[in-house]
C-alpha cells in the first residue's frame, strides 16, 4: 500500500482498542474550572458565563483563543448570525480541518454526549451476543432525574440490548449495567478519563460514566468531536449512532392464560435530526451521533452527516436561547454552512490523531491491515432481529447520504493490537442502514 499523502496526514484516526501501550507527549491541557453552585444547588460546570481567556491550543493556537474563529475571505459564506451556543465547532470529519469553532475549547458540562466516550471505551470488550442479567446492585447509585430504557432486575439482556438502550434512549441505567459488567463505575470512570487522554481529548474529565451532572466533570466542543470521530470509526458504534428504532425487551410476566411471556416495546433515538420532530425535520444525510441535556449543560449535540461526498462533524453546547430543539436548529445550520464552506474555507485549526497514533504514523514499514472491529466478536455489525437502522436521509441533492459515505474516508490511520495499521481505508456505515427516500 502506498505511503499516506501530505495531505492525509490530518486524518489519522484510531479505534480504541489495544491504544494504551503507546506515549507521546501532548500539548498540555488548561486546568478545569472550578465548580460553582447553580441556581438549583447543584454543582456547575462553569463558574461565569463567558469563556476563559486562555483555553487549550490543543489543535491549533486560534482555537484556544475565545470567540468565533473563521477565516472568512472571498467566496466563503458568511456564517449563520442565529447561533446561540456557548461553544460550537464544525470539521472535516476526513481530513480533520477545523472549518469554524466558536470557544472550541471551553470546558462545559457535557451532559449525555459524554455516552460516545463511554461506548467508544467499552464497546471493544464484550460480545454483542454475551447475556447479563440484571442484579440490584447494578442499578445503584443511577441520578435523580436521569433519562431511562427501562431495565429491570432479575432481568436477562443481550450486550446488543444494552447499547441499543445507551444510544437510542440515553439510558442511564444501561450505563450502569454495563459498567457493572467492566468491574464497577469506578473502573469505567477510570478507563474514560485514560482513553480521554489517549485521544488527546484533554478538556475532559468524567467523574460519571453517564454524563450525569457532577462536580468537575467536563468536557469541550473540541474533545467531543474527536471522541466522536473516533467512535464513528467502530462498526457497531456507526450502527448503534444510526438506528432510529428498535425493539427493547421488557419484563416477564403471566399472561391471562398463566403462561410465561416477556414481550418487547419499542424504542426510538432520541437525536431529533435523526429522528424527526414536529418542528425538526430529518436533516439530510445525518448519521447520528449523541445528544444530551441536563441542568447544568443545557442542550448539548454532536452530529455527524454527509453530503457530497464530504463528511462533517458538528458539536453544539449550551444554546443561550429557550426554544424547543434550539441544539438540533443550530446544529443543523451550521451543518448548512459547512457544506456550503468545504473546500473554499481556510482551516483555524486541526482535530489532531490520538497519541500512539501520531507516533506510530512516525515509524517507517507499517504493515496495513483491515478493520478493527468496534465489538468484542469483532466488530460484526449486525442489527439483530427487530433493530430498524434507518440512519441516512439521502443528501439535499439527491445523494444517498450517509449509505455511501460516512465513514471516515481519506488518510485515515488505524493502529490496530499488533502495531499494524491501515492507511486510506473507507469506513462505511453498516449494510443494514436503509436509505431513506425523499417524500
Given at each position: 500500500?502506498?505511503?499516506?499523502?501530505?495531505?492525509?496526514?490530518?486524518?489519522?484516526?484510531?479505534?480504541?482498542?489495544?491504544?494504551?501501550?503507546?506515549?507521546?507527549?501532548?500539548?498540555?491541557?488548561?486546568?478545569?474550572?472550578?465548580?460553582?453552585?447553580?441556581?438549583?444547588?447543584?454543582?456547575?460546570?462553569?463558574?461565569?458565563?463567558?469563556?476563559?481567556?486562555?483555553?487549550?491550543?490543543?489543535?491549533?493556537?486560534?482555537l484556544g483563543q475565545p470567540g468565533t474563529q473563521v477565516n472568512l475571505a472571498s467566496g466563503v459564506p458568511v456564517l449563520p448570525k442565529d447561533v446561540?451556543?456557548?461553544?460550537?465547532?464544525?470539521?472535516?470529519?476526513?481530513?480533520?480541518?477545523?472549518?469554524?469553532?466558536?470557544?472550541?475549547?471551553?470546558?462545559?458540562?457535557?451532559?449525555?454526549?459524554?455516552?460516545?466516550?463511554?461506548?467508544?471505551?467499552?464497546?471493544?470488550?464484550?460480545?454483542?451476543?454475551?447475556?447479563?442479567?440484571?442484579?440490584?446492585?447494578?442499578?445503584?447509585?443511577?441520578?435523580?432525574?436521569?433519562?431511562?430504557?427501562?431495565?429491570?432486575?432479575?432481568?436477562?439482556?443481550?450486550?446488543?440490548?444494552?447499547?441499543?438502550?445507551?444510544?437510542?434512549?440515553?439510558?442511564?441505567?444501561?450505563?450502569?449495567?454495563?459498567?457493572?459488567?467492566?468491574?464497577?463505575?469506578?473502573?469505567?470512570?477510570?478507563?474514560?478519563?485514560?482513553?480521554?487522554?489517549?485521544?488527546?481529548?484533554?478538556?475532559?474529565?468524567?467523574?460519571?460514566?453517564?454524563?450525569?451532572?457532577?462536580?468537575?466533570?467536563?468536557?469541550?466542543?473540541?474533545?467531543?468531536?474527536?471522541?466522536?470521530?473516533?467512535?464513528?470509526?467502530?462498526?457497531?458504534?456507526?450502527?448503534?449512532?444510526?438506528?432510529?428504532?428498535?425493539?427493547?425487551?421488557?419484563?416477564?410476566?403471566?399472561?391471562?392464560k398463566g403462561k410465561t411471556v416477556r414481550k418487547s416495546f419499542e424504542i426510538q433515538n432520541t437525536n431529533r435530526l435523526l429522528a424527526g420532530d414536529?418542528?425538526?425535520?430529518?436533516?439530510?444525510?445525518?448519521?447520528?451521533?449523541?445528544?444530551?441535556?441536563?441542568?447544568?449543560?443545557?442542550?448539548?449535540?454532536?452530529?455527524?452527516?454527509?453530503?457530497?461526498?464530504?463528511?462533517?462533524?458538528?458539536?453544539?453546547?449550551?444554546?443561550?436561547?429557550?426554544?424547543?430543539?434550539?441544539?438540533?436548529?443550530?446544529?443543523?445550520?451550521?451543518?448548512?454552512?459547512?457544506?456550503?464552506?468545504?473546500?473554499?474555507?481556510?482551516?483555524?485549526?486541526?482535530?489532531?490523531?490520538?497519541?500512539?497514533?501520531?507516533?506510530?504514523?512516525?515509524?517507517?514499514?507499517?504493515?496495513?491491515?483491515?478493520?478493527?472491529?468496534?465489538?468484542?466478536?469483532?466488530?460484526?455489525?449486525?442489527?439483530?432481529?427487530?433493530?430498524?437502522?434507518?440512519?441516512?436521509?439521502?443528501?439535499?441533492?439527491?445523494?444517498?447520504?450517509?449509505?455511501?459515505?460516512?465513514?471516515?474516508?481519506?488518510?485515515?490511520?488505524?493502529?490496530?493490537?499488533?502495531?499494524?495499521?491501515?492507511?486510506?481505508?473507507?469506513?462505511?456505515?453498516?449494510?443494514?442502514?436503509?436509505?431513506?427516500?425523499?417524500?
Open positions: 500500500m502506498p505511503a499516506p499523502k501530505k495531505t492525509a496526514r490530518r486524518s489519522l484516526l484510531v479505534t480504541s482498542a489495544a491504544l494504551s501501550s503507546l506515549a507521546l507527549a501532548a500539548p498540555a491541557a488548561v486546568a478545569a474550572p472550578s465548580p460553582s453552585p447553580s441556581p438549583s444547588g447543584s454543582p456547575s460546570a462553569s463558574p461565569s458565563a463567558t469563556p476563559p481567556a486562555s483555553m487549550s491550543t490543543v489543535g491549533g493556537a486560534r446561540s451556543a456557548r461553544s460550537w465547532i464544525v470539521a472535516d470529519a476526513e481530513t480533520g480541518d477545523v472549518l469554524a469553532a466558536h470557544n472550541a475549547h471551553w470546558r462545559l458540562a457535557p451532559a449525555s454526549t459524554l455516552k460516545m466516550l463511554f461506548a467508544d471505551t467499552l464497546l471493544p470488550k464484550f460480545p454483542r451476543t454475551a447475556k447479563h442479567k440484571v442484579a440490584p446492585s447494578d442499578l445503584a447509585g443511577i441520578g435523580s432525574g436521569s433519562s431511562m430504557v427501562g431495565i429491570k432486575e432479575d432481568e436477562t439482556y443481550t450486550v446488543h440490548d444494552l447499547w441499543l438502550g445507551v444510544f437510542l434512549r440515553s439510558g442511564n441505567d444501561a450505563v450502569h449495567v454495563l459498567s457493572a459488567m467492566n468491574k464497577g463505575v469506578e473502573n469505567t470512570v477510570r478507563e474514560m478519563n485514560e482513553h480521554a487522554e489517549e485521544l488527546q481529548a484533554l478538556d475532559t474529565h468524567v467523574v460519571s460514566p453517564d454524563g450525569y451532572d457532577a462536580e468537575g466533570q467536563v468536557s469541550s466542543a473540541y474533545d467531543l468531536t474527536l471522541i466522536a470521530r473516533s467512535g464513528m470509526q467502530k462498526k457497531d458504534f456507526r450502527e448503534y449512532a444510526s438506528t432510529v428504532t428498535a425493539k427493547f425487551p421488557g419484563e416477564t410476566k403471566k399472561d391471562k414536529s418542528d425538526v425535520p430529518v436533516y439530510q444525510g445525518i448519521a447520528g451521533v449523541k445528544n444530551g441535556n441536563t441542568t447544568n449543560a443545557g442542550a448539548t449535540f454532536t452530529g455527524v452527516a454527509e453530503r457530497n461526498g464530504k463528511v462533517l462533524l458538528v458539536t453544539v453546547m449550551n444554546p443561550e436561547k429557550d426554544e424547543h430543539n434550539e441544539v438540533y436548529k443550530e446544529t443543523a445550520r451550521l451543518f448548512d454552512w459547512g457544506f456550503k464552506a468545504a473546500g473554499k474555507v481556510q482551516p483555524v485549526g486541526e482535530l489532531v490523531p490520538p497519541k500512539s497514533a501520531a507516533q506510530a504514523s512516525a515509524q517507517p514499514g507499517a504493515n496495513p491491515s483491515g478493520e478493527a472491529g468496534g465489538s468484542g466478536d469483532g466488530g460484526s455489525g449486525t442489527a439483530g432481529t427487530g433493530a430498524k437502522p434507518v440512519a441516512s436521509a439521502p443528501a439535499a441533492d439527491g445523494s444517498s447520504g450517509i449509505g455511501v459515505a460516512l465513514g471516515i474516508t481519506g488518510g485515515v490511520l488505524v493502529l490496530l493490537a499488533g502495531g499494524a495499521f491501515l492507511v486510506n481505508r473507507r469506513w462505511p456505515l453498516p449494510d443494514l442502514v436503509r436509505r431513506r427516500t425523499r417524500p
